[in-house]
């Protein structure tokens, strides 16, 4: 851990087509950031990689960002938009909240009174070595108390994304039939597990054997339909010939049309994320002769509006983790020219499931 190790940065190259690769971002040398009053030098260790970073991308062929010079500038981003040029994030900016960052990582230098060199912290926003961040707006972590990268993954905010829509949104009761696209995802697993241990029946849809299998084996689910292998519509009438109470939609596209015939009267569709339309490939259509027939309840539900309850959410989640009652999995590529590839192979579906986080520097929290 020294300030004088070389920094580097991974900027966006060029507006993209479709599923975003290597090709489509580059890793620049850079100064070592410089911090001011309650800032901190961290060396990043770990970063998060989330779908839901690709709708601020620049996407070919749509104006402004095509015709938009490269913005090496990017001390106050566009919360909303990651211009050519800019560097690449990993969590929510710009954002003083506590709990929006992308990355973990340890304290080279303070200026702020609540943190010292040596501290983990989560709070860091970008794919980068080393970062200045505000304090006020990060967390120190305790290595005794739970992995440094628990808070990208077990306490994160994809799970926190998914406590949040299964505990404030579903309104879900034991015995109700409970479909979760994605359900071996970061999001998806969270809800799957918590639904099975409150007794809902769990219907998972996932990418893939070996993902199917973690959703039935370990998070509990009555059944996972492998949406490459089987037909999503005839499984479900096989297996909910009632229909289905809650669909809680992490993907979108023409899946969410499937699911939306399958709905009781009354039923909710849970609306968190669009992962199958993130790259252009897929649109979804909303029947809305089924939403009025049937009087179903649609909800879509954005985390950053529940970050009062975080706490309550760690409190649990930890608990659950700890005690061994809490399926998790999650996959770490190494080195941060990975990142790329991980959030393409989070994107396509590639990858073993789980949350997919890179290791770009070396973790000195184990023992």
Request: one cysteine or more; aromatic letters at 6%; proline letters at 8%.
């Amino acid at each position: 851990m020294t300030p004088h190790a070389a920094n580097r940065v991974m900027r966006v190259a060029r507006p993209i087509a479709g599923l975003p690769g290597p090709g489509d971002f580059t890793l620049h040398d850079a100064p070592m950031p410089e911090i001011g009053e309650r800032e901190l030098l961290v060396r990043t260790i770990y970063l998060s990689i989330a779908p839901g970073v690709r709708p601020l991308l620049p996407h070919a062929g749509h104006a402004p960002q095509v015709e938009r010079e490269p913005q090496p500038a990017d001390d106050l981003p566009n919360p909303m938009k990651i211009r050519v040029g800019e560097r690449m994030r990993s969590g929510i900016v710009p954002s003083m909240s506590k709990f929006a960052g992308g990355t973990v990582g340890q304290v080279v230098a303070s200026r702020h009174p609540d943190f010292a060199p040596g501290d983990y912290v989560f709070g860091g926003r970008y794919w980068q070595l080393y970062e200045a961040i505000n304090g006020d707006a990060s967390v120190r972590l305790d290595p005794d108390d739970l992995p440094i990268e628990a808070d990208l993954g077990i306490v994160g905010r994809s799970a926190f994304t998914g406590w949040v829509g299964y505990r404030r949104i579903c309104n879900a009761k034991p015995g109700e039939v409970m479909v979760i696209s994605s359900a071996a995802g970061s999001v998806g697993m969270a809800v799957a597990a918590l639904a099975a241990r409150d007794g809902l029946r769990v219907i998972g849809i996932a990418s893939g054997p070996d993902k199917c299998a973690f959703v039935t084996e370990e998070l509990g689910a009555e059944y996972c339909i492998d949406r490459q292998r089987e037909d999503v519509g005839q499984t479900l009438d096989r297996l909910t010939p009632a229909g289905v109470d809650i669909y809680f939609d992490n993907v979108a596209g023409a899946l969410q049309r499937t699911l939306m015939e399958r709905l009781k009267p009354f039923g909710r569709l849970v609306v968190c994320g669009m992962a199958a339309e993130y790259c252009g490939g897929e649109a979804s259509t909303l029947p809305t002769d089924s939403i009025l027939a049937k009087r179903l309840r649609i909800e879509g539900f954005v985390v950053l509006d529940y970050d009062d309850e975080y706490p309550v959410f760690r409190q649990e989640m930890a608990a659950l983790w700890k005690a061994g009652a809490l399926p998790y999995r999650q996959q770490i590529y190494e080195g941060l020219k990975s990142a790329p590839a991980a959030l393409a192979d989070c994107l396509s579906g590639r990858s073993r499931g789980g949350k997919l986080l890179v290791r770009v520097g070396e973790d000195t929290s184990k023992p």
